[in-house]
């Protein structure tokens, strides 16, 4: 098979940064949270922080999430509890001070509230894709809660297990469930009935780093793992085995991607150029068909790769010579790695703290995946 690589379009350098979250909305802007502050950048303009909210804390953010529904809401964890940011204000704030002579590149305090109720670090966050004032959070306290942030005085609804959880995924087609992991276990909760899980799933031998469902097929959902593998799941199916793709690296993130295709399950391009760990990505449609594969690394550069039309029909030489066809029901996969490129939508580490390569490979029907 014939490689494909690619470099980034776009490199732009913060070095004083020190962020460890990106986050990137609908609308094309990134997030890069770091202890003292949250850095605003335009997609279309990566070069230049356009407004920056301070933040002083001695604490890393484990997650920072646009809301789906509204891009000018922000959530972003801060130890035990969790802040949300209205980004609309901050602009409005920031564009008054500049044209009052003011330093226009830091925006006045636009946090909305402060979710208080767990007792020790808040591992992850995600807003619900049904409700725009939805959000569920993870704890080492053993207790997963979901929040509405019109009253944030205490959790909507409360669930606990007897391990703390790492991840809290909503379904991004059924409104009522989502999924926790704890270690190498998933829990599967309907929020109409409370404290109880609906499935228990031994997934994995290590600890699971990422869990994503399947944003077509209610049912499907993807987790990866220290062990090097990452595994798709099917609620709906008596199979006692998921689908199994192995690495031979620990995946620190597995992540279906916007982009659809039906295709064989090769490999599809290779993105090259970061010289330190990944330490997230994500997608921004421009417009129509228009992606761009956006990365923030260890190594203080966020760089966008363009996904262009030509490469989504790209042909192998081992595929048979058949282009890369849209399906409403494939999904690509990003796996990013330790290598410093980047190819399927996953990311495959040789540590947990992150990887130097995406892979970006295709996935048919979703639940099968080869990788080179």
Not at 96 to 111: H, I, R, V, Y
Request: glycine residues 4%.
């Amino acid at each position: 098979m014939t490689s494909r690589w690619s470099t980034s379009q776009l490199i732009a350098e913060y070095k004083d940064l020190q962020a460890v979250c990106l986050a990137i909305s609908l609308d094309g802007r990134c997030a890069l949270s770091s202890r003292r502050s949250i850095s605003l950048i335009d997609c279309n303009k990566p070069d230049v922080i356009d407004h920056r909210i301070k933040r002083e804390t001695k604490w890393d953010s484990t997650a920072t999430e646009f809301n789906p529904l509204d891009s000018n809401l922000l959530a972003i964890t801060n130890a035990q509890t969790v802040q949300i940011y209205n980004i609309d204000a901050n602009v409005r704030n920031t564009a008054s001070d500049s044209s009052n002579g003011q330093n226009g590149s830091t925006g006045k305090d636009t946090q909305l509230v402060t979710l208080r109720g767990h007792t020790r670090t808040i591992t992850d966050l995600n807003w619900s894709y049904s409700d725009v004032n939805s959000l569920a959070t993870a704890s080492y306290d053993n207790n997963m809660y979901i929040w509405d942030i019109r009253d944030f005085r205490k959790p909507q609804l409360s669930m606990s297990s007897v391990a703390g959880a790492t991840q809290v995924k909503w379904s991004k087609v059924n409104e009522h469930m989502l999924a926790t992991s704890h270690e190498g276990d998933v829990r599967v909760w309907d929020r109409r009935k409370n404290n109880t899980p609906i499935h228990y799933i031994t997934a994995h031998l290590s600890k699971i780093n990422g869990l994503d469902w399947n944003p077509n097929i209610g049912s499907q959902f993807a987790t990866c793992s220290q062990d090097g593998t990452v595994k798709f799941w099917d609620l709906t199916t008596s199979k006692s085995k998921p689908d199994i793709l192995t690495t031979g690296l620990p995946v620190w993130r597995a992540r279906f991607t916007t982009v659809k295709y039906l295709t064989k399950l090769v490999p599809l391009h290779s993105f090259v150029g970061h010289l330190d760990v990944v330490l997230d990505f994500g997608w921004h449609n421009k417009n129509g068909n228009e992606y761009e594969l956006i990365t923030w690394s260890k190594d203080n550069s966020l760089r966008i790769w363009k996904v262009d039309s030509q490469l989504l029909t790209l042909q192998n030489e081992d595929n048979c010579g058949h282009a890369f066809d849209f399906n409403a029901d494939d999904k690509l996969l990003l796996v990013s790695r330790w290598p410093r490129r980047l190819p399927w939508l996953s990311s495959r580490c040789g540590a947990a703290s992150g990887c130097r390569e995406l892979d970006l490979g295709s996935i048919f029907s979703p639940s099968l995946v080869n990788f080179r």
